[in-house]
């Protein structure tokens, strides 16, 4: 039972619990997040670089990622653990900016989403630059962190509105 203001992880009377998930089908869900961290120039060229006074940023981050994806139950406290089938995170430059977008993609066959997944492996990934380069600037901005799709499941799919942002 969920409470009436429609929050899965609240019951009737409005105590915190994990949704059951037993009865549902299990099926292929995917989800896309994002992230974008801005920075200074001096940054942004070390970690381009790979070059950062931590070493090559942009590896350390996508494992980061990667590795945060896989525990996010344990930092969400009503997350299900699930095994996921994938995780990618990717980190690009953005076009004419000081500011890199992290993009991670995640997969599992089971009977819940992945999206805090998603979410949780690109704001890691993006926190890890920021540690990586925090040397060179502390200012730097994270910032958008976004679910940009998602796939599978009783809720059916999702995918952002590029045009509106």
Not at 63 to 87: E, F, N, Q, V, Y
Request: hydrophobic share 40%; charged share 25%; with cysteine.
């Amino acid at each position: 039972m969920s409470s009436n203001s429609g929050l899965t992880h609240q019951d009737s009377d409005g105590r915190i619990r994990m949704v059951d998930v037993g009865d549902k089908a299990v099926t292929t869900r995917t989800a896309i997040a994002r992230a974008r961290i801005s920075m200074a120039p001096c940054a942004f060229r070390a970690i381009r670089e790979g070059q950062g006074p931590k070493g090559d940023a942009l590896q350390t981050a996508e494992l980061a990622g990667i590795m945060a994806a896989k525990r996010t139950s344990d930092l969400i406290p009503l997350c299900h653990p699930l095994p996921l089938t994938k995780a990618h995170v990717s980190i690009e430059p953005v076009e004419g900016e000081t500011a890199f977008e992290v993009r991670a993609q995640v997969r599992t066959d089971g009977k819940t989403g992945v999206e805090m997944e998603a979410l949780t492996a690109a704001s890691v990934a993006a926190l890890t630059l920021y540690d990586m380069a925090k040397a060179l600037d502390k200012s730097m901005t994270i910032s958008q962190v976004q679910l940009v799709e998602k796939t599978g499941g009783k809720s059916g799919d999702f995918k952002r509105d590029e045009v509106a942002e």
